[in-house]
């Protein structure tokens, strides 16, 4: 499998500061524009047999957000192995809630530091071998948090990488 990272961002002047961002960092970055950008560059890429290692996209993009690219690919057998990090912004209950019955292996805050980030994806993408088709029974979960009820349906070692990216990033220096 390729060392590609697959990066979906709809907004020109974040995808050229990330993907330059990865780029001087050792990383080569392919860019899509727009979920259904990055659904036909990937069936390219299929084609010819050089899928991306990992998939980092923008939750907040119009027409199709992060969450239903990452339910598509998921349901793509040709895809399903790839990992799919979300670039979120906030982090409510309910968008963790979204985060993880969305089926996304990771998460990455926009609220980043250049080098935590880099190093993250760089992890991630580095680990991703040994990660694919070692998937669980999914859980359900059916909580009140702060006076709404919230279902989620998650992998537990999904659930515990993006518990322990959420922690990463807001809680260490």
């Not at 050229?16 to 860019?31: A, D, P």
């Not at 890429?45 to 050089?50: G, I, Q, S, Y």
């Not at 979300?86 to 980043?112: H, M, Y």
């Not at 088709?133 to 537990?156: H, W, Y």
Request: net charge negative; aromatic share 4%.
């Amino acid at each position: 499998m390729s060392k590609d990272i697959l990066l979906v961002e709809d907004t020109l002047t974040q995808a050229m500061l990330f993907q330059h961002l990865l780029e001087k960092n050792g990383q080569s970055v392919k860019l899509a524009r727009s979920g259904a950008k990055a659904l036909e560059l990937l069936e390219k890429l299929n084609h010819l047999n050089e899928l991306p290692a990992l998939i980092l996209t923008d939750i907040n993009m119009p027409e199709m957000n992060g969450y239903e690219l990452c339910r598509a690919l998921k349901a793509n057998s040709a895809y399903a192995h790839i990992q799919v990090v979300l670039f979120a912004s906030a982090t409510s209950p309910d968008e963790i809630a979204e985060i993880l019955n969305c089926g996304a292996d990771n998460v990455v805050l926009k609220k980043w530091d250049e080098q935590k980030l880099v190093k993250k994806l760089k992890l991630l993408v580095e680990d991703g071998a040994t990660q694919n088709g070692n998937s669980s029974a999914l859980c359900d979960i059916q909580t009140r948090i702060n006076g709404k009820d919230i279902d989620v349906s998650f992998e537990p070692e999904r659930a515990l990488a993006i518990m322990a990216s959420l922690y990463e990033f807001l809680c260490t220096d």
